[in-house]
Nanobody, 116 residues
Framework: VQLVESGGGLVQPGGSLRLSCVAS????????LHWYRQAPGKERELVAA????????YYADSVKGRFTISRDDAKNTVYLQMTSVKPEDTAVYYC??????????WGQGTQVTVSS
């Protein structure tokens, strides 16, 4: 099982960034997918989630209207489109695939820094 994030980097306030997470080794299409983030000195928090077949999505209040989660089951990939980013979006972003407490997989994380 492997989840590999990419797309992080340095972006200016107000800019955009798209994170990707490519999965392998499990039945990707049947899993609920999540993006979490963890800023220095803070707990990991759920940013967005998408159910199987993209039937339903969830966003934290802090990113609602600015971030969009999507999935491409043909490519075993989940995306997080980030727009109008703010300095407080600076964090390590992790993708997660979960079906139950046992089948719960994490990527290694990708750093996003919002700064001018």
């Amino acid at each position: 099982v492997q989840l590999v994030e990419s797309g992080g980097g340095l972006v200016q306030p107000g800019g955009s960034l798209r994170l990707s997470c490519v999965a392998s080794g499990f039945a990707f299409s049947s899993y609920v997918l999540h993006w979490y983030r963890q800023a220095p000195g803070k707990e990991r928090e759920l940013v967005a989630a998408i159910t199987s077949a993209g039937r339903s999505t969830y966003y934290a209040d802090s990113v609602k209207g600015r971030f969009t989660i999507s999935r491409d089951d043909a490519k075993n990939t989940v995306y997080l489109q980030m727009t109008s980013v703010k300095p407080e979006d600076t964090a390590v972003y992790y993708c997660n695939a979960r079906q139950n407490s046992k089948d719960n997989y994490w990527g290694q994380g990708t750093q996003v820094t919002v700064s001018s």
